[in-house]
């Protein structure tokens, strides 16, 4: 058995691993690096040519797990994609999204080979899903041998699933992204009991403590408070989402906080490819109950459209509160430009609710907060920093020390880190090596291979 992480630069970015069990060629996802573009953007697939693969997995929608995997199923056409069913038809809507991105990017960066797929690909991805409800088990043969795959949710976002490979009596589980706390409309991961022999290990929030008074319920209740203070105020109120999940929580967490009279009643604004996904949720959710939203939550907030003319440095006129993607004020997006026309106005507020890259626009916001100027780069614009900017810890990701938890039960004798910056990968590696001084735990070069 071996593996080799293809995410070309470690940290978070194109999340893919490539696993040979016995004769079994198996990968599990095929991301798409947010920040970078083109082949950069890619996994390393150079690193797996000509071998063959057997079994695609998909862990989740968000596109650093799903961005590439047309590009890859192009070139494996016969490989299966296995997935839990609300993929089914998650997969296709962000892949169609990602399309759209490509196309704008063709022209907003002179990128000539853009779109590096096409919805034709995206058909044969819809052909090729095997669609497993969590806990069942499906089994794949070759010469003679037999591999058994199951799915477990990870919280998270709906559909994401944490994998359990059984191959000879071995167990190999890799978590995904995975949240244990309930969300509004998700419950908490419910990941393989017991003794594990290998497993891959997400770590997001390797660098973050959480305070110990700090509780989810506790940080809306925070967020809650401080929208309000910006209502009070007269101002407008910014909390950037990623589209899929985030936003569709936060809208219900909204709405049931004005029902209960909590949260002072205003318009609410959104846009894009969240709001389509809000049609997908209520669909998943009549279909498997895995998630619980319906469209009533959003005819209830009654939301309401952008104004398309927003002009950098000059405040909204249409006051409230804006929902919008994307979650980390990647330039060019509706949260983006909502943020150039807030910025200078000092009732105004923006709030981070998740993961922010530091090296995006809101991570480079949140971590300057305290200066006087931000420069928008796309509109080569220097705002001065006046609107509140506040973080609150709703992460969809799970903390650090359920994670080690979790690890330190099952007592894995091979632990691989990903999905994590580099400081918050070292925090994992000297907490697991406290915890479990027997195991072997791998934080893997990309592109090298480790045997299992
Ligand atoms: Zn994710
Ligand atoms: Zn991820």
New binding site residues.
């Given amino acids: 058995m071996e593996f080799i992480d293809l995410n070309r630069y470690g940290e978070?970015g194109s999340?893919s691993t490539f696993l040979s069990i016995g004769p079994f060629n198996i990968l599990i996802d095929s991301g798409l690096h947010p920040k970078k573009l083109g082949k950069d953007s890619l996994p390393d697939f150079n690193k797996i040519q000509g071998q063959s693969i057997d079994l695609i997995i998909l862990t989740h929608c968000?596109l650093?797990?799903l961005g590439s995997l047309p590009i890859i199923a192009r070139s494996h056409p016969e490989a299966p994609i296995l997935t839990s069913l609300p993929n089914l038809s998650l997969a296709p809507r962000m892949l169609r999204n990602s399309i759209n991105v490509m196309k704008r990017q063709r022209e907003e960066y002179g990128m000539t080979d853009y779109p590096l797929y096409v919805h034709r690909d995206i058909d044969h991805i819809k052909r090729s899903i095997i669609a497993l409800p969590f806990e069942k088990s499906e089994f794949f043969y070759k010469d003679k041998d037999t591999i058994e795959v199951k799915l477990h949710p990870s919280g998270h976002v709906v559909g994401a699933s944490a994998i359990e490979i059984i191959y000879k009596g071995k167990r190999i589980v890799h978590t995904g992204?995975v949240l244990f706390e309930a969300q509004r409309t998700l419950p908490g991961a419910y990941l393989p009991n017991g003794k594990i022999d290998s497993l891959f290990l997400e770590t997001t929030r390797g660098a973050t403590v959480r305070a110990k008074e700090s509780t989810r319920e506790n940080e809306i209740k925070q967020l809650i408070d401080s929208i309000n203070e910006i209502l009070d105020q007269d101002g407008t109120c910014l909390i950037p989402v990623f589209a899929l999940g985030r936003m569709q929580e936060l809208f219900k967490i909204i709405l049931e906080s004005m029902q209960f009279g909590i949260l002072r009643k205003a318009p609410v604004y959104s846009t894009g490819l969240g709001m389509d996904i809000c049609n997908y949720f209520d669909k998943i959710s009549n279909r498997t109950g895995l998630i619980n939203f319906d469209l009533k939550i959003l005819k209830q907030l009654d939301i309401k459209t952008i104004d398309p003319k927003l002009r950098p440095g000059k405040n909204i006129k249409k006051k409230g509160i804006y929902i919008v993607s994307s979650g980390m004020l990647v330039e060019r997006t509706p949260s983006y430009n909502v943020a150039a026309s807030l910025l200078n106005t000092a009732s105004n507020g923006i709030f981070f609710i998740g993961y922010c890259d530091p090296d995006t626009p809101g991570g480079q916001l949140l971590a300057n907060k305290d200066a006087e100027s931000f420069y928008f780069n796309a509109f080569d614009y220097l705002s001065p920093i006046r609107a509140s900017i506040k973080k609150f810890d709703l992460s969809g990701h799970a903390d650090r020390d359920s994670l080690i938890d979790y690890t330190v039960q099952a007592e894995p004798k091979t632990i691989v880190l990903t999905?994590g910056e580099n400081e918050a990968r070292n925090w994992f590696q000297e907490n697991l090596n406290h915890h479990l001084p027997n195991a072997q735990i791998i934080d893997p070069i990309p592109g090298q291979s480790y045997p299992l």
Avoid: P
């Fill in positions: 978070i999340n968000h650093d797990h992204d999905h």
